[in-house]
């Protein structure tokens, strides 16, 4: 279960935002995801393959290769993948990891609040922000 405290303080305190699987591919949901990040006045760090610059920041091919800290990582991988990324979330000091709508990784959730990471699972920042007429 999420808790709503942690949505609204994670959406609305300004933060880095790494945001793995955006692409220069407007048709993806990460791409209009990451924009209403910036809107709401979050820094936003692509992580993709193609390491792709996106909405004017640069992009990174892994989260060990963004130079900084990161505070929230925002997860569009498939769920098969997403462990991996949430390990990886651990390993670099986030504090928080963000699964997007449909992206489970239970045993990878359970490592995450292990490492005292908040949590988000299942839902979108941008269907939470409207909801929170962000």
């Given at each position: 279960m999420?808790?709503?405290?942690?949505?609204?303080?994670?959406?609305?305190?300004p933060?880095?935002w790494?945001?793995?699987?955006?692409?220069?591919?407007?048709?993806?949901a990460?791409?209009?995801v990451?924009?209403?990040?910036?809107?709401?006045?979050?820094e936003?760090?692509?992580v993709?393959?193609?390491a792709?610059t996106?909405?004017?920041?640069?992009?990174?091919?892994?989260?060990?290769d963004?130079?900084?800290?990161?505070?929230?990582?925002d997860?569009?991988?498939?769920?098969?993948?997403?462990g991996?990324?949430?390990?990886?979330?651990?390993?670099?000091?986030?504090?928080?990891?963000?699964?997007?709508l449909?992206?489970?990784?239970p045993?990878?959730?359970?490592r995450?609040?292990?490492?005292?990471?908040?949590?988000?699972v299942?839902?979108?920042?941008?269907?939470e922000?409207?909801?929170?007429?962000?």
């Amino acid at each position: 279960m999420n808790d709503p405290a942690a949505i609204d303080r994670l959406l609305r305190t300004p933060a880095r935002w790494a945001v793995v699987g955006l692409s220069t591919n407007r048709a993806r949901a990460a791409y209009g995801v990451a924009a209403y990040l910036q809107r709401l006045g979050h820094e936003i760090v692509p992580v993709h393959p193609r390491a792709e610059t996106v909405h004017g920041a640069r992009g990174y091919a892994r989260l060990a290769d963004v130079p900084g800290e990161i505070d929230v990582v925002d997860v569009f991988v498939n769920s098969a993948r997403a462990g991996a990324v949430v390990d990886e979330a651990i390993a670099i000091g986030a504090r928080a990891v963000w699964l997007q709508l449909a992206v489970t990784a239970p045993a990878a959730e359970e490592r995450a609040r292990a490492a005292g990471l908040e949590l988000v699972v299942d839902t979108c920042p941008k269907i939470e922000g409207a909801a929170r007429h962000l």
